[in-house]
């Protein structure tokens, strides 16, 4: 692949698109700051930067949502002075866009070709499923797809999906190719899959903008880096000069170590124990776990090996089918989460938007919430230890925002999933859960959040990350639990942490060197 | 009180000069009078509704429920010799039963609550219709209860105690939804139950209180009703109330979605619909015409309203984070 990108790389082709000194401000909030760049025919651009860097504000400038206040766009050599969304569709600019647009209650043929829609003609003009399909198959196997166009999207993964998006991108012949956040949900192997896809692209000289937070996989796909900090044009990477400390380093402007030093502690008693939990959406795969004060067991595996689901039981969300649990000995009943709550287990969901914040209410009343009793004199909310609640939190967490009675939609994702630990280290947790808990979330505030689970951890707190992220798990585990369709495949201690074992184990296979299973 | 609820205030007092112009009996003392007995009337079971709107819900056997609890207590009054203090208490017990039938329904077989109150409305008013032959309900003649009827039709210097129930049952409200826990959980579990779910609250129970609490408002709505015609014809007695309940809590800015509105909202609302419905009567405008200037009005006020936000939005664009 090196030896690809050096050969349709950027200097062998002149550049189509060419961004000249954009700058755009939302009042005092100068977002993007005399940025210039050029895309050239196949060559895979990687644009890094922390949320609020100005990724977005030059993404929404190519998609021409939104007008820069200075800077030129060049298309093929013609300047545009108000670059619209019309004009960004004309210059065959494509989004596949980090949460997807796709219906789900249509098939793939009637996503692909939304807007449009193949048509039989004649008086009633009705739908030419037949034409619809035949449109769509072809590009289909271009993106590597392996299911039909008359497939339902609710039955397709979330890498499928973002197949169905690129097909889309490429059926209205696009020349630039704009990837947001494309792995972050996407499990390790189907993350191959979408390289090689990228790789494809490229070679019919569309050009990809490819932006996240997963510096491995520009490593592996990009030809160059644009880094962005503070709204500034923060440096350029060659295709040679391309390393993860070099990436982080423009990014945050120093060097910055994700896995701070772990302590030899003894590992403390068992507090959290699962026997046997058969979880709905796995029935025949029963799960034994044991769950120490003072460790980060990471808990590993492909999307849908049934990670999230164990959590939701632990959290009594879900009941399990079968199988008991028990919390420092004692047999642990769940019937809501408030059982759970009340017993210091408590979860940071995978999906913060839906689940782990309420976007419309305030702060404060966000991290009061699971503990408003505490809050309340005679059962009347007092708004008052609501707030010295809050800004303790605040104080303690970092949390960024100017008052705490705005709705936490105005905050960074980084900062909403402070307040979504802010509302349970508020309380006293024994057992915490994390989900995903650095999706989306810039490379700051992740530091920053490692940090606050090691410090739980140092404080006899038990807890259980679930990552598809490789580096998180092997950055900031103690000890690895590795689950395949279901199952716990193995545990891997220190020694035996590497990547090429978590995917052997997740995958189904043997661990290499040491025959533990 | 927010600038919603301030802005209806003043729709209110406008259209209320713009009647008395018109003709100045609006201000006599006995039409204030007794449209403050139908704002009271009304205001319970809206207040009741809104209750459950809150949690993003929706309660429609609202009008049936009135009807067949207002059959029932009139009858065991009337005619089964009950003791009214016990009826009262029965027709409660009712309401919560009622409640507690729909938020269970609601939130342990996952039915949509149009869909379970929907079936409650033709339900309740088919057994209310049932009960009594599909005859009226009324008092013979000289029974008298004067507690009472002191309570539900009197009035104190021209006060109507149905509005004074009202303003108790508002102002009980006003504290349990706007400063209690109970309340901020309804407001949680209206905008997001998931979240909330995941914060520990019991968002099943929450949400079936919300049923409960609504249900014997209207049963309490019901004996007002009963006691304000007297005579109840079950097959008509109560219809659309439920209708009335929705669009005054919608005109107070409460959300459908759930999550949005307050008690003062709500309550202007039922004062503006008793309102329009006054200016019907006294403009001269045939009666007829009722419902078309109500929806008029309402689908006018929401436009409004709705643009009124946009209109704000362009011209004051907030700050970008």
Redesign the interface.
Known sequence: MAADAESAGHRAEPPWLVLANLSKS????N?LIDFSMTVARGEVIGIIGENGAGKSTLMKILGGVVAPDAGTLTVDGTPHSGFTVADSMGAGIAFVHQELNLFDNLDVAANVLIGREKRQGGFLNLLDRRAQRDAVAPLLRRVGANFAPNTPVSSLSIAQCQMVEIAKALSVDARLVILDEPTSSLPLAETDKLLDVIADLKRSGIAVIFITHRLHEIERAADRVVALRDGRLAGHLSRAEITHDAMVKLMIGRDLKLDEARSNRPVGDIVLSARGIRTPSRPAAPVDLDLRAGEILGLAGLVGAGRTELARVF?G?DKPLGGSLSLRGQPLRLK???D???QGIF?V?EDRK????????PIS?NIS??N??AH?RR???SRALENRTAETQRKNLAIKADRLATPAR???GGNQQKVVLA?WLAMTPSVMIFDEPTRGIDIGAKAEIYRLMRGLAEQGVAILMISSDMEEVIGASDRIAVMHEGAIAGYLDRPDFSEENVLLLAVGKQMNHTAAA | MNKKDLGLLILIVVVGIVVATLNPRFLLPINISNTANLVGLFGLSAIGQSIVIITGGIELSVGSAIALVGVLFVDFVANEGVPWPVALVLMIALGTLLGLIHGLLITKLKLQPFIVTLCGLLIYRGIARFYTQDGTAGFGFGQNFPALNWLTVGRSHGVPHSFVAMLIVAIIMWVVLHRSVFGRYLFAVGKNEEAARYSGIRTGLVIIWAYVICQILTAIAAIYFAMYTSSITPASQGNFYELYAIAAAVLGGFSLRGGEGSIVGVVLGVVLLQELQNLVNLLGIPSSLNFAVMGGVILIGITVDQQWGNVRAKFLPRKAA
């Open positions: 939302y009042g005092p909030v977002a959290f969300i809501t989460t408030t759970a709550v009340k979860l969901p839906l689940n782990g914040v309420l976007l419309d209410l009343e919430l699971p408003l009793p309340a059962s009347l909310v105005s905050l960074s509302k």
